[in-house]
């Protein structure tokens, strides 16, 4: 698909998050201080560096005149005095030698331009103009104020150029990030560009998919500037991270897998039902709910291809020693005295996701909780909102993603943040951010639901940190095509599941 109808298609979304397509192959992700190393060796190799500025500033050109549509129009530059100033200014040279009209404007006076950016601003014949300069008129404004190494939050005349061409309302095509977004975190540095599309180079960085800095990036397009590709256990969650599981032909249920979930009490029965629904829908051969008799006699009215069994902790405890049980799920709607089941469930060494209350009962034991995770050599999932996480995780701090990590390392379990810009962390260092989340997820019940996807695939064998991505996934994919209206139990119908789960095995 040609760049400009990729960039557009794209943008047409921001409101409720890129398109599937956008999110149905991971792609490898750079934190800031990553990519600068990258570059640090391409140089060090003896390759020269304002080469490859050029080569970033072409790219920007050729986005630029793809999102005009044409190799003419009136274009705004708005360059910084550091390196993302410099692309932006090799792109205005290459932009005028295809016929636009190209006005600069530039923060800083000449003496503040150095090194390659200060050769770019050397490859400029035309005016550069003050900070206060009227944007009005363009068709284009191409920002290229601050890249990746932005730290602080803006101020002064930064801040306000910032403001005036958010106001202006022209579109805006952001050089690396948007100005003014943290690339590690995706914060808002005091004020950013609310950019149309964004060209980063070699690979896309945190900031570009964790929100807020995501509603700021637009359309994104990662352009090749010759790089070699860099090692990285960061990634943006999608199918090739991950392979959904694909039964044999001779399989049998309990080949494919039985899953245990624990019932809440007779009032709170619906989440742990929709777990359970969740996870025969995912692949498990059987699924078994267990809890107390009056809860399963209201289950009893509603399921029938899920089993039920009366059982306690010590009941758990039994069920899980028996080979066809690889997996099990402890927490929605499970109210209280769940602690004593999910430490059952936890001794039993087998695969295990703990959701909702399983991990409130464990609030300020996040030490108690990794001692018991790290007796089996087993995945544990642990899948909190941000509620849940500071409860069980109080004092931990830093942005999303490193919250996420730290307490994957600190407890030795696959942690699930969830949320629009969800993290899957594993103990192991890995991590994957989701995109695919629309809003209509935010509805009663859907977590149940992903908490039961998870536990269907540990219980067909996948490891911990692809199970959770790939119920993520799922969750957004499906949540996607069925849009506005969307309740817990339309993510369990067959048909939109079938074709989020074709698109994720192609």
């Given at each position: 698909?040609p760049?400009?109808?990729?960039?557009?298609?794209?943008?047409?979304?921001?409101?409720?998050?890129?398109?599937?397509?956008?999110?149905?192959?991971?792609?490898?992700?750079?934190?800031?201080?990553?990519?600068r190393?990258?570059?640090?060796?391409?140089?060090?190799?003896?390759?020269?560096?304002?080469?490859?500025?050029?080569?970033?500033?072409?790219r920007?050109?050729?986005a630029?005149?793809?999102?005009?549509?044409?190799?003419?129009?009136?274009?705004?530059?708005?360059?910084?005095?550091?390196?993302?100033?410099?692309?932006?200014?090799?792109?205005?040279?290459?932009?005028?030698?295809?016929?636009?009209?190209?006005?600069?404007?530039?923060l800083?006076?000449?003496?503040?331009?150095?090194?390659?950016?200060?050769?770019?601003?050397?490859?400029?014949?035309?005016?550069?103009?003050?900070?206060?300069?009227?944007?009005?008129?363009?068709?284009l404004?191409?920002?290229?104020?601050?890249?990746?190494?932005?730290?602080?939050?803006?101020?002064?005349?930064?801040?306000?150029?910032?403001?005036?061409?958010?106001?202006?309302?022209?579109?805006?095509?952001?050089?690396?990030?948007?100005?003014?977004?943290?690339?590690?975190?995706?914060?808002?540095?005091?004020?950013?560009?609310?950019?149309?599309?964004?060209?980063?180079?070699?690979?896309?960085?945190p900031?570009?998919?964790?929100?807020?800095?995501?509603?700021?990036?637009?359309?994104?397009?990662?352009?090749?500037?010759?790089?070699?590709?860099?090692?990285?256990?960061?990634?943006?969650?999608?199918?090739?991270l991950?392979?959904?599981?694909?039964?044999?032909?001779?399989?049998?249920?309990?080949?494919?897998?039985?899953?245990?979930?624990?019932?809440?009490?007779?009032?709170?029965?619906g989440?742990?039902?929709?777990?359970?629904?969740?996870?025969?829908?995912?692949?498990?051969?059987?699924?078994?709910?267990?809890?107390?008799?009056?809860?399963?006699?209201?289950?009893?009215?509603?399921?029938?291809a899920?089993?039920?069994?009366?059982?306690?902790?010590?009941?758990?405890?039994?069920?899980?020693?028996?080979?066809?049980?690889r997996?099990?799920?402890?927490?929605?709607?499970?109210?209280?005295?769940?602690?004593?089941?999910?430490?059952?469930?936890?001794?039993?060494?087998?695969a295990l996701?703990?959701?909702?209350?399983?991990?409130?009962?464990?609030?300020?034991?996040?030490?108690?909780?990794?001692?018991?995770?790290?007796?089996?050599?087993?995945?544990?999932?642990l899948?909190?909102?941000?509620?849940?996480?500071?409860?069980?995780?109080?004092?931990?701090?830093?942005?999303?993603?490193?919250?996420?990590?730290?307490a994957?390392?600190?407890?030795?379990?696959?942690?699930v943040?969830?949320?629009p810009?969800?993290?899957?962390?594993?103990?192991?260092?890995?991590?994957?951010?989701?995109?695919?989340?629309?809003?209509?997820?935010?509805?009663?019940?859907?977590?149940?639901?992903?908490?039961?996807?998870?536990?269907g695939?540990?219980?067909?064998?996948?490891?911990?940190?692809?199970?959770?991505?790939?119920?993520?996934?799922?969750?957004?994919?499906?949540?996607?095509?069925?849009?506005?209206?969307?309740?817990?139990?339309?993510?369990?119908?067959?048909?939109?599941?079938?074709?989020?789960?074709?698109?994720?095995?192609r």
């Amino acid at each position: 698909m040609p760049l400009f109808a990729r960039l557009t298609r794209l943008a047409r979304e921001r409101a409720t998050g890129p398109t599937a397509a956008a999110v149905d192959r991971f792609q490898p992700l750079l934190t800031p201080q990553a990519m600068r190393d990258a570059e640090a060796r391409w140089f060090a190799a003896g390759h020269d560096s304002f080469a490859l500025m050029q080569v970033a500033g072409t790219r920007v050109a050729e986005a630029a005149a793809a999102m005009l549509g044409r190799s003419g129009g009136r274009i705004t530059v708005l360059a910084g005095p550091g390196n993302n100033g410099g692309d932006g200014l090799v792109a205005a040279c290459r932009l005028r030698e295809k016929g636009a009209t190209v006005t600069v404007v530039a923060l800083g006076d000449s003496a503040a331009w150095a090194g390659d950016a200060a050769r770019a601003r050397d490859l400029w014949a035309g005016p550069i103009l003050p900070p206060d300069a009227d944007l009005g008129d363009a068709d284009l404004l191409i920002d290229a104020l601050f890249g990746i190494g932005l730290s602080r939050p803006l101020a002064g005349p930064a801040a306000d150029l910032v403001a005036r061409a958010t106001a202006s309302r022209v579109p805006t095509l952001a050089v690396d990030i948007a100005s003014g977004i943290d690339a590690a975190t995706g914060a808002v540095l005091g004020v950013a560009i609310e950019a149309r599309a964004t060209v980063t180079f070699h690979a896309a960085k945190p900031g570009h998919w964790l929100l807020p800095g995501r509603r700021h990036t637009g359309a994104l397009h990662v352009a090749d500037i010759g790089l070699p590709a860099t090692p990285t256990e960061l990634f943006l969650n999608g199918p090739g991270l991950w392979h959904l599981p694909m039964p044999l032909p001779d399989t049998h249920k309990y080949a494919r897998g039985g899953a245990v979930v624990w019932s809440g009490p007779e009032l709170q029965t619906g989440a742990s039902r929709l777990a359970a629904r969740a996870a025969l829908r995912a692949g498990a051969g059987a699924v078994l709910l267990v809890g107390a008799a009056a809860a399963l006699r209201v289950h009893a009215a509603h399921l029938t291809a899920v089993m039920l069994r009366e059982a306690d902790a010590q009941g758990v405890a039994c069920l899980l020693a028996e080979p066809r049980w690889r997996a099990a799920c402890v927490g929605p709607g499970a109210g209280a005295g769940v602690r004593g089941v999910a430490e059952a469930a936890l001794a039993s060494g087998k695969a295990l996701v703990l959701d909702a209350d399983a991990l409130t009962a464990f609030a300020g034991e996040a030490a108690a909780l990794a001692k018991l995770v790290r007796q089996h050599d087993r995945p544990v999932v642990l899948t909190p909102h941000e509620g849940e996480f500071a409860r069980l995780f109080p004092g931990l701090g830093g942005s999303k993603l490193d919250r996420a990590r730290a307490a994957a390392a600190a407890t030795g379990a696959v942690v699930v943040l969830k949320g629009p810009d969800t993290v899957v962390a594993a103990p192991d260092g890995r991590a994957a951010i989701d995109a695919g989340a629309p809003p209509w997820l935010a509805t009663a019940g859907s977590g149940d639901v992903l908490a039961g996807w998870i536990t269907g695939l540990l219980a067909q064998g996948l490891e911990g940190f692809a199970a959770a991505g790939a119920g993520v996934w799922l969750h957004g994919a499906i949540a996607a095509e069925l849009g506005p209206g969307l309740t817990a139990e339309d993510l369990l119908d067959h048909a939109p599941f079938r074709r989020a789960w074709e698109r994720g095995t192609r």
